[in-house]
T-cell receptor
């Protein structure tokens, strides 16, 4: 099976812009979670989607949003980018009812 | 809420020695624990997991120990190899938190040849 695929791998944006990141889960996995990883804060949970519905949400501002499509692929969007949004954004997928997450390689976002 | 902490940010070991990475958690409702390895430029990779109804679980060269009394988790790596050099994260899930892992800050393991 192919692993979790995230695109793009690297992204450079400027303050005030918006960005959309994409994630394709492992085939058959219906749950997709997103995490933000920074040197200072570590791995922080953004949100989780299951069957196109947001099931859990972390403590991030409304500028961070996501969605999931019927084929389980997911996108996350960050609007009005701030310098502090520079981070590695990780997507993970899992079987329903299984906590073991399988991560992609992430999208490295740099906000200038 | 859940807080997960790591005792040592950096651990340096000699090749062939055993490594022990520790992790503390605070939520008594935590019922699932997992260790990840993250190499530079890659996402976290699953190593081993354990549920709260167990105290010990072994994998290939790795052992996870769980002490629920003191809310402590450890990862033991036997005969550490250069390829084990990475950052190791513990993560916990709680029955009252939904399907949401809370990660520790990470420990960097450096293996000296």
């Amino acid at each position: 099976k192919a692993g979790v695929t995230q695109t793009p791998r690297y992204l450079i944006k400027t303050r005030g812009q918006q960005v959309t990141l994409s994630c394709s889960p492992i085939s058959g996995h219906r749950s997709v979670s997103w995490y933000q990883q920074t040197p200072g804060q570590g791995l922080q949970f953004l949100f989780e989607y299951f069957s196109e519905t947001q099931r859990n949400k972390g403590n991030f501002p409304g500028r961070f949003s996501g969605r999931q499509f019927s084929n389980s692929r997911s996108e996350m969007n960050v609007s009005t980018l701030e310098l502090g949004d520079s981070a590695l954004y990780l997507c993970a997928s899992t079987d329903s009812g299984n906590e073991k997450l399988f991560f992609g390689s992430g999208t490295q976002l740099s906000v200038l | 809420g859940e807080s997960v902490g790591l005792h040592l940010p950096t651990l340096s070991v000699q090749e062939g020695d055993n490594s022990i990475i520790n992790c503390a958690y605070s939520n008594s409702a935590s019922d699932y624990f997992i260790w990840y390895k993250q190499e530079s430029g890659k996402g976290p990779q699953f190593i081993i997991d354990i549920r709260s109804n167990m105290d010990k679980r072994q994998g290939q060269r790795v052992t996870v120990l769980l002490n629920k009394t003191v809310k402590h988790l450890s990862l033991q790596i036997a005969a550490t190899q250069p390829g084990d050099s990475a950052v190791y994260f513990c993560a916990v899930d709680s029955w009252d938190a939904g399907n949401m892992l809370t990660f520790g800050g990470g420990t960097r393991l450096m293996v000296k040849p």
